[in-house]
Structure formats: C-alpha cells, structure tokens
Antibody, heavy 122, light 107 residues
Framework: EVQLVESGGELVQPGGSLTLSCTTS????????MTWVRQAPGKGLEWLSY????????YHAASVRGRFTVSRDNSKNSLYLQMNSLRDDDTAVYYC???????????????WGQGTLVTVSS | VLTQTPGTLSLSPGERASLSCRAS??????LAWYQQRPGQAPRLLIY???IRAPGIPDRFSGSGSATDFTLTISRLEPEDSAIYYC???????????FGQGTKLEIK
C-alpha cells in the first residue's frame, strides 16, 4: 500500500524557517516525481513545487520561488520542503503528492499525504 | 487561469451534475479533476481531460478540449458532496495550477 506521511508542521514566527518532510512507503520512490501542494484555511489548492525522481529537475511556483526549496533523499524514501522567510500568508496545510505514472512527469497527483499544518504567526 | 462554474451546485441524489472549467488559454487536454471531501486530501478523478484515474467509478466522466472542460457526475450519491477542482498541468517546465473549486451539495 502506498503511503505518504508529512511531518514538521508547527507554529513559526514571521521571517522564520521550517523544513517539512514527507516519508513514503509502498512504492519505488526513486522513479516517481513528487510535488508539494498547500491549502490555506478555507481556501483552494495551490501547487508549490515539483521534483523529478532523480532530482535532476526542480521547479517552484512563482509565489514561493527563492524562499522555498524542494529536495529528496531517495535512500530514505523521503521528500523535503525547506521554507525560509515565512510570511503570514504561508499559513496552510501542506500536502506532498506523488504523480500517477513513473513514465511521465505530468502532474496527475494520484497519491496524497494527509497534510501537515504550518501556522505563521507572531 | 482556470475559472470554474458554478461556485456552488445543489442537487438531489440520483440527479446528474455538470461542472465547468474554462482556461484562459488552451491547455491541450492537460486537464485533471480532483474531489476533496471535508477534512480529506484531494483525490484524483480524471486526467488527460477524459481518462478516469484507477479506481474511479464510471459515474465520473470528463469531456472537453482546448479551453472548455466539463466534469459530469451521474447518479449522484450523498458521498459525492465535496469540492471539485480542475487542474491544468504542463511538462516543460513542469508546473500546474488549480481552479478555485466548485462546491457540490447533495440535498
């Protein structure tokens, strides 16, 4: 069974930093592209970042480019999101998600974690 | 930019729902639909505009091309109450964006 479990969400002050983790199991992690998506309270979905299976391709949404960095450790079956210079409007549930097919980088997000809540507030 | 209509849809069990998603420019059928029930993560329903994801019942169908897409849910059930998002995605560079969502209420 495919499982994705996010962790690392907490209350952080504006301007602070935080690293989220997504620990996976049940599939060959190294061959699948992964993404981060967030959802502010009561709001819609916002895609944040993409990383290919071998980490050769990374891409971030304009709203977080330069502040957030996606990475992965295939030896640990884990995905990460380093978040710097956090702002109040970064408050959200952060989801990691796996693409449907290992043969395509199309972001058809078939497997999702349960999300981890990041609250940015003083 | 993806624009979803209507904002909210209220229907009865057994009826059929049609949800619309319009793109500001062509997305070449790189269009997906997700269902999000309260308190849950999103669930992929349709990708490639009309391909059902594994395990999705055939009550869910997608249609459309270029800039205008529709998610149709037939024989509505109470469990279909959720927010539905469309998503456009590209590969060069890899990126995606979501519509603002349509809330479906089953009375």
């Amino acid at each position: 069974e495919v499982q994705l479990v996010e962790s690392g969400g907490e209350l952080v002050q504006p301007g602070g930093s935080l690293t989220l983790s997504c620990t996976t199991s049940g599939f060959n992690f190294s061959v699948y592209s992964m993404t981060w998506v967030r959802q502010a309270p009561g709001k819609g979905l916002e895609w944040l970042s993409y990383i290919s299976g071998g980490s050769g391709t990374k891409y971030h949404a304009a709203s977080v480019r330069g502040r957030f960095t996606v990475s992965r450790d295939n030896s640990k079956n884990s995905l990460y999101l380093q978040m710097n210079s956090l702002r109040d409007d970064d408050t959200a549930v952060y989801y990691c998600a796996r693409v449907l097919s290992s043969h395509s980088n199309a972001m058809n997000l078939y497997h999702w974690g349960q999300g981890t809540l990041v609250t940015v507030s003083s | 930019v993806l624009t979803q209509t209507p904002g909210t849809l209220s229907l009865s069990p057994g009826e059929r729902a049609s949800l619309s998603c319009r793109a500001s420019q062509t997305v070449n059928n790189f269009l997906a639909w997700y269902q999000q029930r309260p308190g849950q993560a999103p669930r992929l329903l349709i990708y490639g505009a009309s391909i059902r994801a594994p395990g999705i019942p055939d009550r869910f169908s997608g249609s459309g091309s270029a800039t205008d897409f529709t998610l149709t849910i037939s024989r509505l059930e109470p469990e279909d109450s959720a927010i539905y998002y469309c998503q456009q995605y590209g590969s060069s560079p890899p990126r995606c964006s979501f519509g603002q969502g349509t809330k479906l209420e089953i009375k």
